[in-house]
């Protein structure tokens, strides 16, 4: 069951934040997030596991809501380079790792 | 990290043809997979390949259509066979290096145009 991204789309001005959010219909044990560039290979930004602290990474941070089967990434003070599509992946029931079924992606758009 | 590198990096194939895309890391890892994205879509797991086992398919995805081999912990293959335009897409190996940190790494992916 793919996960679910929400905004699909964000524009941004420099130096504000954004939330995206991702929610799962079955049980996760991890929500892995990844960043991909028009034209690159996805990128790996962090993963929350289950019962694990909230990751941070620069200006990037996530937490992650078991009990609600959800993550959410928060971007702040955004910069050009935040610009992308960013992914959620959950993996196989059960694991915390190994093949990912992704979300649809959100396309994040940072403006001068 | 693990870094891994894709050949071809595009190509554009008449429909009917096979295309073979080589996927190299530059250590032995165990789990390595197979993804494909459509243009402007998410990405979509092919298949598992695991060195010393046959390779595990999704649904939707066959062996005939899409032939793995993973002959050692550093090299896979994936194949598109008869292709059609539908099979226009990016096709991506990724890898888990297997530190315990659950990370997965993308190669840098195989652009493929079907006429």
């Known amino acids: 069951q793919q996960p679910v991204q929400s905004p699909q789309a964000v524009i941004l001005r420099e130096g504000e934040d954004a939330v995206i959010n991702c929610s799962s219909s079955?049980?996760?044990?991890?929500v892995h997030w990844y960043r991909q560039k028009h034209g690159e290979a996805p990128v790996f930004l962090m993963i929350?596991?289950?019962?694990?602290e909230q990751k941070g990474h620069d200006k990037i941070s996530a937490s992650f809501n078991e009990k609600k089967q959800q993550s959410s990434l928060y971007l702040t003070a955004s910069q050009l380079s935040y610009s992308g599509t960013y992914f959620c992946g959950t993996p196989w029931e059960g694991t915390s790792y190994g093949k990912l079924t992704f979300g649809q992606g959100t396309i994040l758009t940072v403006h001068p | 990290s693990a870094v891994i590198s894709q050949k071809p990096s595009r190509d554009i194939c008449q429909r009917g043809t096979s295309l073979t895309i080589q996927c190299q890391v530059d250590s032995q890892v165990t789990m390595m997979f197979w993804y494909r994205q459509q243009p402007g879509q998410s990405l979509t797991l092919i298949a598992t390949a695991n060195q010393g086992s046959e390779a595990t398919y999704e649904s939707g995805f066959v062996i005939d259509k899409f032939p793995i081999s993973r002959p050692n912990l550093t090299f896979s293959t994936l194949t598109v066979s008869n292709m059609s335009p539908e099979d226009s897409s990016i096709y991506l190996c990724?890898?888990?290096?297997?530190?315990?940190?659950?990370?997965?790494?993308f190669g840098p992916g195989t652009r493929l145009t079907v006429t």
């Open positions: 929350l596991l289950k019962g694990g």
């Open positions: 079955k049980a996760l044990y991890s």
């Open positions: 990724s890898v888990d290096p297997g530190t315990g940190a659950y990370e997965q790494y």
